[in-house]
């Protein structure tokens, strides 16, 4: 047994010291990798793939459009969005101002929707729970329309309401931007919701009590602790929300705001002015990339992991009753307006062509429209094939945006903001941008399509919808790691597990909630999505939503409707199924527990 | 897929068709089609797309062409498209008896069906004798926003006629302002621009406006196969007529496209999309049905070079500084 | 005056087995008083204090804050301050962001906050950590900031669920005055949850001593020390042999108990413990006053030494008597005693205890 | 044999301060070994541990186990068992399974895992609660279950960072007691992290006492308790009264002090000192070191009384000494004495010892 000389003086110090660098022992290249998070090459092993994918299809294009904006006139076209004068300025502004607005509306709706839903238990609250993503499954098309059947000057309500009170013009109706916003809340909504409720069941509930102890009111703690400790998920809806927001398209269109990015690069591409469209892409994609750095500095200050010891348990217990009646109230009324969309579809579906004009509800009925779709033997065809489609791309977007929101948030490597960056442009860029980029790349062999061609192939309409949702899963995965202790991770891998294990059976089960969250949205985008898909689709694997546009465009609305409402149908189903997956058990405890 | 025809030769059978028409039309044409040429029975593959997708489409496919036929497209488009050469010169037998307006001198493009563009109102909130009778009176103040217009700078129809009402009033162009002043008074005239034909529709149906200026062939299919209430005017100094086209994308399987437009240009057939499909030939045909019979087409005299130089331009200055001002 | 008051409040958990985590307690806490829950690891302490700060509903029974019911009223409105066991510290603030929350909802003036902030980490030894993110601070380090933060705010009852488990002895002892001194000051009344029996001995007005959900005896330290009310408060305070010896003789407060080595004593045992003679009484000796001496003293208990270890202060042996083994704690043992030496045992007699099993 | 050695190992962070957390550590750990880390509250115990485990890489130096560097080898091939400061529980699995889970990896089968865990659990006092959740579990009942997590995988390495802090003084005891024993069987190298420094000294074959991410003496218990290296030591471990005394006379192995009173003493002290007839001596001598006697006591020092405190075994006494306050533990106090009394100390000579500042 040696002593080791106490004192930590000079004359102690040991001769290691004198050599800083000793001879690395070779380690075996395998040892290197099975070195796991350890190794310094791991991260880049883990990210190398993907960062090659987004290279290729989302950042290499994205330079392409750029120097397509300024390859002809310049700079020049930047110019006029610094002019006052020119639509470029307004429709920037406008934009700007719809995407923040709906960042706000939505947080808030959602939010509160997860709050009722994750903290009460009342009846009706799983139903609830099954239907609160049907407005984002709504077809982009069908449901814009639902809304100004709803909605809009001739809508129902408003219509309704001008019968039932008498007046002279419809009472309450939405147009232009406060149009375009009801749809964004509608539609966007449930980016919030998802991650703030997979983040209020992951947080620590011992730190809402501390607050609670020290004097701070519900509305208090709501504001100083919950709220700021759901940081990582709010940060990763409003990021979602604002770029889609940003890049929306039908529901501008529908309200007649032109004056927006997207239809003024709609409109440039009309023009056949191609460097003007790169340049408002460009733009919107410089925008994009401003927000998402904004908002990771404003992240990044904190953290939000609790730093509690042990496993604190949601044990909060409300007796107050008149609380769980508001809550009902409250929820019936979100169930009603969540469902009205869906039911002005199913409307449409069921009424005779032309028998709904000026009536408030349409006058004739039949099920003509089902009976179309279902005598149809191919009539099947595009629900089977988006299914098949957007299934394969959400398992991608899974493997890949777990890993990738793992190798973010946990591990220290050059680019990793780059790599952040990289996988939301994706999201802010149009579809019709995506698509474009990735039938040049694929059209032909070439270095990043690994000498495939794709085009015209089944497999590039999952890689389009798995490069365009990838961002949903790997912002809400990223969102719920932010909350997870490290040291869980460590612990198992201190019981031996490898990094793949000790991922696998901790981290990821932990991540779960949040990796569900944003499956679930890549799946339902997957089987609306429609401006990358009718770019390059093949008539095998045609679409449900340009089936429906197809409908649409040739008028047959009752069709196209019909169409709809399976595919609400279907979402409901998904989620449903889900939510049993997603120990419905746990989730139906805890909101007890509260309630108890 | 009609992903490896690329060399054209090798397997010349396949015919991949990007089509803006109907799907039923498409449909029907395409079953007539392989009735009479068996050997394509299954060979033939349509994708249904809006004209400007099969521009983008095609564009961006340029290094490994998908289609073999681009089937519906507006002039400016298809003018556009053998611009940057994309489409392939073809000399079809029905190309001779076709007036030389409505194709290209290079056989890049053909013309297809004429789209009269003319003024549609609702039928129950208007009697014909109500209706406006022609482009002038639409700037009426009694038309105040009762007008619907399709949203203008992203339709190619809507482009053709607000273009025409520039020109109409500068025959060389040059002077845009007095069409300028009547989008003015039109715009100020108009209650919402609608986002697609479909809420145009929904709109006039509902009664939301009750005129608009529309082409007249969907008004026909929209009052008799959708039973919406729609009526047309023919304005009284003309209506301009589009041209919408078809061509042989290059690249493609020029053999198989070849015969496909010489299809359907097939008399028959014309006359059948004609009774069933209100359409229009850009050429004669003998068996006309009675409604294209009766039809007093006046064509507006449109001089659609001068629109191809300036329609950009107007249609910008228009979005950006006459729509919603009044 | 009393100012707390659990009236037999018991709290059954729906997945917590048959037994109830807190069961029939009934606790009066004067105003001011420092109030010490003692008992071992899941015997309901923290779920008790977890009730007075109204984090819990109480299955049964009643708290009152002074006359008032409070059983059910909000967390937010019992101006309890709370060190949570797991220190639960907002991780999204700094050290001092921390400290000031409660100060802030108080709507204590800016400077004012900033004095009583930087007051308040100099009395937990973390001066010049307030800028400090909690991830960075080390575990005792962030006990430190939960108990900051909860005196800084000077409430009307301090709760305190093992305030000072991570700390050293030396800060701990420090940090201990210094909760003392500012309850003293305030005069705060306290609840106090700790394992460290010292420092509840050190600390206390009173203490409860707790086993299984159940309260065993309320009294002060020396009251609890010295005179038990069961085997358990004897044992688990401190350590103690409690040794079941046949009664000789029964009197009001002396019990006669016959030694294995045949001698007979007279243990003092409390009013109305209800032994006779021919019984067997509990009787409660605690190692310190048990003395050693050779094995050939008359009066001594045989024994043989099983296990040796040194503390520091004193020295620990387990001496075997007859089969039983008897803890003594000798601050001067002769050198060399070891392992299987014989040696006698001297019993403290007037600091022998009867206790009820 | 050498197990772990730790060769000037430092570890900076990056938001840390100017301070390294850990600062040229250099310890050798023997195969079987009990070392102990013990330090005050953020002095770079939990640092240490993690590099040993492999979660920090030392921002220089190196670590070994026996022969091999594993400085940067992954934590799971280090096959060490670690109880985390914050137990790190995985709250997505029961009691059983969260103990289950290094068995599983070590693809034990199921019967034999089942039985090893109950056995655990057992060991722990957790018998029955294998099928509870995680968040269903008191304080220090999770605190158990962390120590038989890594004490179940029976790893060559056990790295306990204070494994017991939440556990009642019975409780500690028992598995203190528990851990020694399994430790021993297997033959574990164990180091261990505790602020409870009667635990050090009961458990461990070496300590290491630690100060501001600095070793400041390495040895066993009683060398560290009698011989403390520096002033730290000495009042670091247990309590200690370090007096400053002017030296009269110094030779090799003594060095000979004046007293307050004026007495002189030749107090032991260690080789190579350095000090001079002239110079100041740092003498340490603990309370319980220090006898009560009558103030009138010629050979004791005078002093007042300031503070009296009772804790159980001993009763603490702060004497005023000319000024200077004099820890004081006696076993026996004379009854009656209170604040303000008038006492004499008498210091037991050959328990003095000089320490370095
Ligand atoms: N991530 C970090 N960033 C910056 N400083 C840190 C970080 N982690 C620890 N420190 C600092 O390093 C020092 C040593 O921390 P460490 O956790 O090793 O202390 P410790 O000896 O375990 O203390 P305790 O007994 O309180 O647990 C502390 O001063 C702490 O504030
Ligand atoms: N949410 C819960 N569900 C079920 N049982 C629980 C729950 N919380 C605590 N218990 C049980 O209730 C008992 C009392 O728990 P409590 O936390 O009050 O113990 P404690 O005295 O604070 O213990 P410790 O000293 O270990 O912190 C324990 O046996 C514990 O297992
Ligand atoms: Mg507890
Ligand atoms: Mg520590």
Redesign the interface.
Known sequence: ????????GPA???P??TD?T?PA?RRRLADRF??????RWFPYVLVFPLALVLFGYVVQPMFATFAESVGVDGWENYGTFLTGD??ARSALVTSLVISAASVVLCGIVGVAMAFLLKRFSFPGRRLIEAIILVPAALPP?IG??SF??LY???GILPRGLQHLFGTAEPVLPF?GIAGVLVVHTFTMYPFFYLSASAALGGM?P??E??????????I??WR??LL??L?PALVSASLLVFMTSLASY?AP????V?QTMT?QI??N?????LPMASTYASVLGVVSILFLLGMRWYEGR????????????????V?NPLGRWLALVASLLATAVLLAPVATIALVAFS???????EVVPAAYTTKNFVTIFSDPDAFEPILNSLQMSLIATVGCVVFGVLVAYAVRRLNFRGRGLLDVAVMLAWALPG?VV??NL??AF??GNAFSLGQ?L???FWIMPLAYFVRFLPLVFRSSSATLAQI?P??E??????????W??FG??TL??MLPGVLAGALLAFVHGVGEFVAS??I????T?PIS?EIN????????GTAAAYGMLQVILIFVVMVVSGRLESGRRSTREAAQWT? | ???DDAGGSASAEKLTIYTAR???VATYVVDQFTAKYPEYKGKV??????A??IL??VR?????P?ADVWWGGTQ?GLA?AATEDLLAPIQPAFAAKMDPKYKDPEGRWFGEILLPEVIMYNN?ALTPEQAPKDWDDLIKPEWKDKIIIR?V??S?TM?SIYASMIQRLSPDGSNPEPGYEWLRKLDANTG????????L???M????GVVSAWNLQDIL??ANQ????FGYVMPASGAPVLIDGLAAVKGGNTTGAQKFLEFLFDDKLRADLAKDYFQIPAVDIAEKPEWLAQLQLKPMDVDWDVVGKHE?EW??HW??QI?NKG | MIDVTLESVSKRFARGGDAAAVDQVDISIAAGEFFTLLGPSGCGKTTTL?MV?????PTSGRIRFGAEDVT?R???KR????V??????????TVAQNVA??LK??KVGRAESKRRVEEALGQVHLAGYGHR???ELS?GQ?QRVALA?ALV?RPRTLLLDEPLSNLDAKLREETRLEIRRIQREAGTTSIYVTHDQAEAMAMSDRIAVMQAGRVQQIGAPQEIYHRPATSFVARFIGRSNVLSLPVVAAAEETVTVRLPGGAEVAAPAPAGHGLREGGTALVSVRPEHIGLTSATDPDALPGQVTDVEFTGMATNLVVDVAGEPVQVAAIDVPAGVAVGDQVGLRLVRDRMWVVRP
Not at chain 1, 550 to 557: L, T
Not at chain 3, 53 to 57: I, K, L, R
Not at chain 3, 79 to 82: L, N, Y
């Open positions: 047994m040696t002593t080791i000389p106490a004192t930590p102690t110090t040991a290691a010291t800083p000793p022992p099975a070195g796991g998070t350890g190794s020119g639509v098309l814009a329309i100004q059947l809009s000057e001739t147009s620590d011992s730190v009590e501390a607050a609670y102890n020290l004097g701070a009111g519900r208090r703690v100083t602790v700021p400790m940081t039908t269109l529908l309200f007649g032109d239809m709609y409109i591409r009309t023009n056949g002015d904190r953290s939000y992991r609790s730093q509690s010891k042990g496993v604190a348990a949601h044990r909060r217990e007796t005779q062509d032309g028998s709904w004009t000026t019709t698509a474009i039938i040049s059209s032909t061609v085009i015209g192939t202790d040291s869980l460590e612990a198992a891998r201190n019981l031996g597990a490898s990094w294990r000790a059976t901790v089960r932990l009718v770019l689709y093949t008539s095998e045609a340009v197809n409908r649409m465009y040739s008028f047959e609305i108890a | 897929g009609g992903g109907d799907k039923k593959e349509i994708l249904n797309l809006g400007q997708e983008e489409r961006a496919e340029k290094a490994n998908q400016q556009a129950k949203d700078a992203a190619g482009r919402s621009y609608t986002a697609n034909p479909t809420d529709y929904l709109k149906s509902r009664q939301q299919l929209q959708a039973n919406m209430p950009t249609i910008n979005n950006s729509k | 977890r700060a109204g984090f819990y509903f059910h909000p967390p937010n101006d309890t301050g709370m949570f066991q797991n220190y639960a510290l907002f991780p999204h603030m929350y409660g909802i108080r993110r909690i991830d575990g962030q933060r705010i």
